[in-house]
């Protein structure tokens, strides 16, 4: 990252260029490397799984909100029917975390009739 921004900042200038690395890379016990294949692996392994909960996070709002509004769609739309009088028939969007994996979503659509 230091030597893109020494790039950005001084791309005609080898001099200033060398100057800002020197004076922002880390040294010393600052630096830090992967103490095996096997440790880089488990890292990369870590973060797709976060990054794949994140999204899988956004989705199940973006859901949410949906239902919300559907929900408030519908209850509008009969308002006016009257309580006693039986819906005939129904649809149900149903979605939430898949019964053999806690970490997937499961959706699912339902007809009564």
């Not at 209850?75 to 969007?93: E, F, M, Q, T």
């Not at 019964?99 to 959706?107: E, L, T, V, W």
Request: aromatic share 10%; hydrophobic share 45%; charged share 20%.
């Amino acid at each position: 990252m230091v030597r893109r921004d020494a790039a950005n900042l001084y791309y005609n200038d080898p001099a200033l260029y060398e100057a800002y690395i020197a004076a922002h890379e880390l040294k010393g016990h600052d630096t830090w490397a992967w103490d095996g294949p096997e440790s880089f692996r488990k890292y990369t392994e870590e973060r797709k799984l976060t990054r794949r909960a994140a999204l899988r996070a956004n989705a199940m709002l973006g859901l949410a909100i949906a239902n919300r509004l559907v929900s408030a769609v519908l209850a509008a739309r009969h308002a006016g029917v009257a309580a006693a009088a039986p819906a005939a028939h129904s649809w149900n969007l149903e979605c939430g975390p898949h019964p053999s994996d806690p970490g997937a979503m499961a959706m699912g659509l339902r007809y009564q009739f």
